[in-house]
């Protein structure tokens, strides 16, 4: 019998995040540091505009690109928050999260053999989406010293003739680090000089402790050279409605909606009546969210220096990426015992890169309650590897 599968599927390592995750659900009393999901509900107004779609009878197929209530309300969200100009009826695609998005993006911009960069640590979708869409990925690794940001010099070193897409992953998970306005500018001047697009994964916007995001999408002559992503999932903890856009040159937007078209038709119905409420109303929901998210991290940055763990202070997301390399240990085995010896779950940071050896993804989208207690553990199983 002939072999069924796609080589190139087959070769593909399954998630790292899920494999702790499954493990957790099976064990009574483990607390979870690991999935990157927000502890809050779903505002109660962003339901109610959900239910109140059902109770009307909305439950057929929108436009592929999304509603056209919802995409004007994303082109204005996207012009006052980052000055940005974007044409809701072809430069705005709805799409089933922001991992659709990505897909999409990568499989309407990239030939066979192109090359695609991808900063890592970072979020583990994006060098299989990049191999499925027929590229070679190519992994620019983020030092700790540099705060886990991309520096104009680690892009020109890894930027051959073949490459066609950097993949921007910031505010970034698993790090938390961020990208300043001069870190953008300087890595935009090479973009431009070498003439390559950008895809930015900005789903963490909303969700920064130091300063405004900026998006490179609004840097001069960086619009028509970038896809934007973000999304609903984190900002207002929307993550089971499953809905994310993008916003892209109308060349690329129009390659990105065919493939969205054979392959999704469109995102949900009700979680798009939804998201045009969150975008019309939500603004106070994401800064209490923020706020709370905010207040975990410092309280973690600050526990973790109390009982000696490194790590480098991030100002975005919800999470933090402390450095176990003291301890002689690689990541997975460190999570496998702590996992074990005091039943935390965190996730190996080889989970995002193997750049990511010697760290740990550490998620503070929990309750501060829980979070005491897990890190009370963390530091009683630190202490016994001290001694």
């Not at 799409?95 to 900063?119: F, K, W």
Request: glycine letters at 8%.
């Amino acid at each position: 019998m002939r072999n069924p599968l796609a080589d190139k599927v087959v070769t593909i390592k399954p998630s790292g995040i899920r494999k702790f995750f499954d493990i957790v659900s099976e064990m009574d009393d483990a607390i979870s540091l690991g999935v990157g999901e927000p502890d809050f509900d779903t505002p109660w107004h962003i339901r109610d505009e959900g239910i109140y779609s059902l109770e009307k009878g909305r439950t057929f197929y929108t436009s592929n690109a999304g509603l056209k209530e919802l995409k004007t309300e994303i082109a204005r969200y996207i012009l006052r928050t980052q000055g940005i100009s974007y044409d809701q009826a072809g430069e705005v695609l709805v799409t089933v999260g922001g991992s659709e998005a990505i897909d999409i993006a990568l499989r309407a911009m990239v030939n066979p053999g192109e090359e695609v960069l991808i900063p890592q640590p970072s979020y583990v979708s994006y060098e299989p989406c990049a191999i499925l869409a027929g590229a070679c990925p190519v992994i620019i690794e983020l030092k700790e010293e540099n705060e886990f940001r991309l520096t104009a010099k680690e892009l020109l070193d890894a930027i051959t003739d073949r490459t066609k897409v950097l993949i921007l992953p910031f505010p970034n998970n698993p790090t938390g680090a961020i990208m300043e306005k001069g870190d953008l500018e300087a890595i935009a001047e090479v973009i431009r000089e070498k003439d390559i697009f950008v895809i930015s994964d900005e789903i963490y916007a909303e969700l920064t402790y130091k300063e405004k995001h900026v998006s490179i999408a609004s840097l001069p002559g960086m619009q028509e050279r970038t896809v934007l992503i973000n999304g609903f999932s984190k900002a207002y903890a929307m993550t089971g409605w499953r809905l994310g856009y993008a916003c892209a040159p109308k060349a690329i937007m129009e390659q990105m909606l065919k493939i969205h078209q054979f392959a999704i038709m469109c995102a949900p119905t009700t979680s798009q009546y939804a998201a045009v409420e969150a975008l019309r109303n939500g603004d106070d929901d994401v800064a209490m969210m923020r706020g709370a998210y905010n207040q975990r991290r410092r309280f973690l940055i600050h526990a973790f220096k109390e009982m000696g763990l490194k790590c480098f202070e991030p100002y975005g997301a919800f999470y933090v990426f402390p450095c176990i390399k003291e301890f002689g240990m690689t990541s997975e085995e460190f999570a496998s015992r702590l996992l074990a010896e005091e039943k935390v779950a965190v996730v190996p940071g080889t989970a995002f890169g193997e750049c990511g050896e010697g760290f740990l993804r550490i998620s503070y989208a929990y309750s501060l309650e829980n979070l005491k207690i897990a890190l009370e553990k963390i530091s009683a199983f630190i202490g016994r590897l001290k001694k």
